[in-house]
């Protein structure tokens, strides 16, 4: 289970990273669980469609999946270190509708949708981990709009690029374990 909640911590980054910024506009004070929510809901949602991909092919490459889980991490870690080090797209919003905040959230998450594959390889029950990464994401969301209320968007990146290295390592983790 150790190795879920590490998977949650470094996938919920990006939504962490996003709610700095968004938090940073200093807006209604309802956004926070807002933005729990929204990014949460999603960080839950696409692992476990990544889970259901990585099952219906399993028997065809299974004899590849430790390569597959290492490959997808590595290229998820990569470019969230990336885009860490790029502007984020939540400075150039004007006003956080519900429309943004699905945007974002879609965005944000698509990255686990392609970690969710590693779910294959872990033991763990599939529902449960999402549900933790979807609690784990909602909790650094929340943290990350407050956090970004108070301090600007100076922390934003340095998340976003921590928990790519995280996926990084995870991957290494597969492919030498």
């Known amino acids: 289970m150790i190795e879920v909640i590490i998977l949650a911590v470094a996938l919920s980054m990006d939504a962490f990273a996003v709610s700095i910024g968004l938090g940073a506009k200093r807006t209604n004070p309802e956004l926070a669980y807002k933005a729990g929510i929204f990014f949460g809901g999603f960080q839950a949602l696409m692992p476990f469609l990544g889970y259901l991909g990585g099952k219906g092919v399993l028997g065809w490459i299974e004899g590849y999946t430790h390569w597959i889980a290492f490959s997808l991490l590595v290229l998820v870690g990569a470019k969230m270190i990336y885009e860490g080090l790029q502007e984020g797209i939540e400075e150039d919003l004007s006003r956080i509708t519900n429309k943004v905040l699905l945007t974002l959230a ?3 998450s698509i990255d686990a949708m392609a970690a969710g594959f590693s ?5 763990a029950n599939p529902f449960v981990a999402c549900l933790v990464i979807g609690v784990i994401t909602f909790g650094f969301s929340v943290a990350g709009v407050r956090i970004g209320e108070r301090s600007g968007i100076w922390l934003e990146n340095k998340a976003e690029i921590a928990g790519g290295v995280v996926l990084v390592l995870m991957g290494f983790r597969f492919l030498l374990f």
């Open 119 to 123: 779910l294959t390889l872990l033991d």
């Open 106 to 108: 879609v965005a944000t």
